[in-house]
């Protein structure tokens, strides 16, 4: 008993230095935003700031720009996500297989997720101005298109525009951690399915597919959560309308260029309870999912 | 270890001579060449190091990075380029300059722009370049054309219109006949008030039929004589399509000038530059006052050489240099009648015409809420641009917001003074 407890007091004592980094890093800048988003707050004059209760939410609840910045956002998601889902997938597929220069393409592969954002971004941006971008002008030629397209002015264009770039940025990360699952899956079912004949459609639908799910889930959190919370993308991709506008770029544009700290810390909250909620709901699915399978 | 920099610190600055000081500058253009040539000058004469920041491209961004890093006390930066529009900001943060330029050397700005700097009687932000939005246009197809440039709005769509269907028909595809900044951010806010001006209107407070009329001339601009793609463009979007050759007319600042005349712009020489066109009636051509200035944050620890860096920056010379070299307008009025510089750029003259009636934004009267209002003004713009919004609908929107901000405003400083004691 006594060397059990001592074994615990020396097992808290290592986690201490972690619980305080963390406390430090995450709770706390938490906590204060909370209490930020009760308050009148501004960037000039923070200390100042005068408890106002829910007066920031209220504003909130009932701005336009708000409800358009919760839609786009999860739009966004509900088209990303399944997109890099379906496209990660069926590369981590091929990747799975051995074939020549396998290597290289994994390289390859994950150039898209190397590049920062940012750089991409704007590298984007470049290559589909609508006067002198280099895809406007590859499909002018080929004939798919008669005129040059708005790809980042347009609000519904810009939007695809959007969903097609963050595609092109994150499918590897999918297919990365799919791969790194199917990796890991047990040879040995495989093997016994094979020599039992089962056709390959049946093995990937009734083995492949069901062992792989608990990766797909987390590949799917991560995707979520981080299409959420999108920011630099749009910032640079979109004309800075409210139209593009999503969840982030609204908070940081009253905490930031209008200096409403109080105001754009109650939006921030609103999004980490979207972002909490949306988790939960994939836990919950994800372990009703492993009972099942058990 | 801060401890130990702090000391560090304290011992340089009382017993070296040479500080390091830092200053913001912007990147738009030939911007920071020129800084850094001026800055190394100074350097070279006063043995000080002079570290440069550079600014995002967009002045919202700019002025986002600066209240940041003002509003932090923070003691990081000594000199600032600041917007026209920010003056009211900086009045707590910048320090008072008049006793440091002599009531002449004062006397030879032009006299709207020191208002601009001006906060409750003291100077805070140095003159360093004006900006007048101006309209260039294509010389050689006005004149294949038999065009002469437009003097109202309704000229210039005709003319851009002719054009760029002529052209088009003739093989050139791509070229459209009105650019201007169409992004939601301040460069729009810009152009929007010069619509209105030009209509015989003013945006604060709001002249609903004039408005209106602004708006109606907006709405007829995509995909007519504008591409749809304006929705995205910035200052240096702008002057890609038009240094291409893709436009007839450009809606800008005059440092695009230059750029458009250097040896490898595919329209050297064939572009002209005039003042704005103004709407029909009972118009009068009106360019928004642009431009930036300098000043010294309160925060300091350099602030006597942060003082002369800028008296260095912003002195005749330099403004002489930067105007010949890159076609920055000079703040001072005796600079348009320089020989040199006119004979160089033949379009200052426009330059001095429009710096007589130039309009300023209402920056002043929203004071800290302004880049709210503008943010409102580009959205409601945008829409109206796009026909997703009638003009009508759009005065009215801009109104209510400018209202509704505009009494928070006027509401504010009492429950700052509550709090602050």
Known sequence: MQQHSSLSKTAWLFMTPCLLVLFVVAAWPLLRTFMLSLTNARLEDITHAQWIGSANFRDLFVDAEWWGAVTNTLLFAAFSVPCEAILGLMIALVLHKTFKGRGLLRAAVLVPWAIPTIVSARMWGWMLHDVYGIINELLVRLGAIAAPLPWTASPTLSFVTIVLVDVWKTTPFMALLLLAGLQALPQDCFEAALVDGVSRKRIFFRITMPLLRPTLIIALIFRTLDALRVFDLVYILSSGDSNTETMSIYARRHFVDYANVGYGSAAAVCLFFVVALVTVFYINMGRRNILGDA | ?421
């Open chain 2, 1 to 421: 270890m801060t401890v130990f920099l702090g000391l560090c610190c304290a011992a340089f600055a009382t017993h070296a001579t040479a500080a390091v000081l830092k200053m913001t500058c912007r990147a738009k253009g030939q911007e920071l060449t020129l800084c850094k040539q001026a800055v190394q000058q100074w350097e070279k004469k006063t043995g000080h190091t002079v570290e440069i920041v550079s600014l995002p491209q967009s002045s919202s961004e700019s002025f986002a990075l600066t209240q940041q890093q003002l509003s932090a006390h923070a003691s990081d930066v000594d000199v600032y380029q600041v917007d026209t529009t920010w003056v009211s900001f900086l009045s707590t943060h910048a320090v008072p300059l008049d006793a440091h330029f002599s009531a002449q050397e004062l006397a030879a700005h032009f006299p709207v722009i020191l208002q601009n700097n001006t906060v409750n009687g003291t100077l805070i932000v140095a003159p360093w370049y004006a900006d007048v939005d101006m309209l260039f246009y294509r010389k050689d197809l006005l004149e294949k054309y038999g065009e002469s440039p437009p003097t109202s709005w309704e000229d210039l769509l005709r003319i851009a219109q002719k054009i760029q269907e002529n052209e088009r028909a003739s093989g050139h595809v791509r070229l459209w006949g009105y650019i201007f900044r169409g992004k939601a951010y301040e460069g729009l806010t810009c152009h929007v008030v010069e619509w209105i001006e030009s209509f015989g209107g003013t945006l604060w407070p709001l002249d609903t039929d004039r408005v209106i009329q602004a708006f109606a001339f907006c709405a007829r601009l995509i995909p007519t004589t504008s591409p749809m793609g304006v929705l995205s463009y910035t200052e240096e979007e702008v002057r890609g399509v038009f240094q291409l050759g893709d436009a007839v007319f450009a809606h800008n600042w005059p440092y695009m000038w230059t750029l458009t005349q250097s040896e490898e712009s595919p329209v050297k020489g064939k572009v002209g530059i005039t003042v704005l066109p103004q709407g029909q009636l009972h118009g009068k051509p009106a360019s928004v006052l642009g431009g930036w200035g300098l000043c010294v944050s309160r925060y300091s620890n350099h602030q006597e050489a942060a003082i002369d860096l800028v008296r260095w920056l912003t002195r005749s010379e330099e403004q002489h240099r930067r105007a010949l070299q890159a076609s920055y307008c000079p703040t001072i009025h005796a600079l348009y009648q320089d020989p040199v510089l006119c004979a160089a750029h033949p379009f200052f003259v426009h330059v001095a015409r429009a710096l007589e009636t130039v309009v300023l934004r209402p920056a002043g009267a929203f004071g800290r809420s302004y880049s709210q209002v503008s943010a409102s003004i580009a959205n409601v713009t945008q829409k109206v641009l796009l026909k997703a919004i009638t003009p009508e609908a759009a005065a009215q929107k801009l109104d209510q917001d400018m209202k509704t901000l505009h009494k928070r405003v006027t509401e504010t400083p009492a429950t700052q003074r509550a709090t602050g004691q």
